[in-house]
């Protein structure tokens, strides 16, 4: 079932703008020769408002700003936003206000601006401490400016995290694990970490065609993901989802939400939403092209395409694979309340069987849990066990 209308929110900002297009990135991000900022954060703060006045005040728990590249965005843009989110929804005494950033110096010469409006908490794009790796990627940063930036960001704000990408051509574990040693050595409290994969339509799909190079098989990239693990225990990070790892306490509260399936807002250009209205859940999707969405806007107050009421059982298979990522798993009273379908009926016993007599779940009748071999098979598992 929906949330009572008390429940807190999460609220993603979308700015869809960059630079330059990574070659290996299918997000909606833009480039464009000339930004008009003003015309978007008024957009921005239009469908914020349109959210607003049908969600009623409910508590704010977090705000992210993705991209794109919302570094890109002057603090005072950052400060406005921030300001009418609070208005609009009264935040908790300990909200997260996330920013993501990459580390060049133009950028990480923004940090303080950014602390002042009001971020408490800095995501920065490094992907890599390694300058040919880093041209590879297509990254407009090179490692030296990476650390300054990291320095920067853990000198100017109390909570930090950074991206690092792995499973890159030719990568060995012991070069990984001083690379991701160089960046945790620093005391950061989260780390984010992005396999590299080929997705069509970007240059790195038609390079990787090609032939241009290889990526490591599923065994060597294992390695390379279990090297991360045990590198940030080092550091005293363990790994809260299958892809992140933070101090105890440290977790990403925003990011949580979307994992255990609460309800969430997203505004801005390809956003996605999940909110509880009228006793429904509905799934709301933003036109993905920046002009155009911002025309949606100035015409209904939203640049929503789509939006949709989603049954009990997408709702069930939307918080199963979105659980079972957590080292915490999945909670069945919690999932029931959620979805209106008991978590054991969600599933398929048979496969669930097999998947704990091969040690890959755990399932005690109240919780099920991704061992960390199952994690390493996640994608396969969730594809046979939901129902």
């Given amino acids: 079932m929906p949330p009572a209308a008390g429940s807190p929110l999460a609220l993603y900002i979308h700015w869809p703008f960059c630079a330059s297009k990574c070659p290996y990135c299918d997000f909606n991000s833009h480039v464009r020769e000339r930004i008009d900022e003003q015309h978007f954060a008024e957009a921005l703060l239009a469908e914020l408002a349109f959210e607003a006045g049908r969600s009623g005040r409910r508590p704010l728990a977090s705000i992210f700003f993705g991209g794109g590249t919302p570094s890109l965005m002057a603090p005072a843009t950052v400060a406005r936003l921030i300001e009418a989110a609070q208005a609009h929804f009264p935040p908790a005494a300990d909200i997260e206000i996330t920013l993501e950033a990459n580390p060049t110096s133009v950028e990480a010469g923004r940090l303080a601006g950014y602390r002042a409006a009001g971020v408490n908490r800095i995501s920065l794009g490094v992907q890599a401490l390694d300058d040919s790796v880093l041209r590879f990627l297509g990254r407009r940063h090179d490692a030296a400016q990476a650390l300054i930036a990291l320095g920067a960001a853990r000198t100017i704000f109390e909570r930090a995290s950074f991206d690092m990408i792995y499973a890159r051509p030719g990568q060995r574990p012991d070069a990984w694990r001083a690379e991701l040693a160089r960046a945790l050595a620093l005391g950061f409290d989260h780390l984010s970490l992005y396999q590299l994969t080929i997705e069509p339509g970007t240059a790195f799909a038609a390079a990787h065609a090609r032939g241009d190079f290889a990526l490591p098989d599923a065994d060597a990239a294992a390695r390379l993901y279990e090297a991360t693990e045990e590198e940030a225990a080092r550091f005293g990070l363990c790994a809260y989802e299958v892809s992140n790892y933070a101090r105890p ?22 956003a996605h939403q999940r909110l509880s209205l009228g006793g429904e859940v509905l799934a709301t999707r933003r036109h993905r092209a920046p002009e155009a969405w911002a025309a949606l806007v100035g015409r209904h107050g939203h640049g929503s395409t789509e939006e949709e009421a989603i049954g009990p059982r997408d709702r069930a298979r939307e918080a199963l694979l979105m659980g079972l990522r957590l080292a915490e798993g999945i909670e069945a009273a919690s999932f029931h309340a959620r979805t209106g379908i008991a978590l054991a009926d969600a599933i398929d016993p048979a496969i669930l069987e097999a998947a704990c007599e091969e040690g890959y779940l755990r399932w005690d009748g109240s919780r099920l849990v991704a061992s960390s071999s199952g994690l390493l098979r996640l994608d396969a598992l969730l594809a046979r066990l939901a129902r």
Avoid at 262 to 267: A, C, N, P
């Fill in 249 to 270: 306490g440290a977790e990403s509260r925003h990011n949580l939400a979307y994992w255990r399936y609460q309800d969430f807002l997203g505004i801005g250009p390809g």
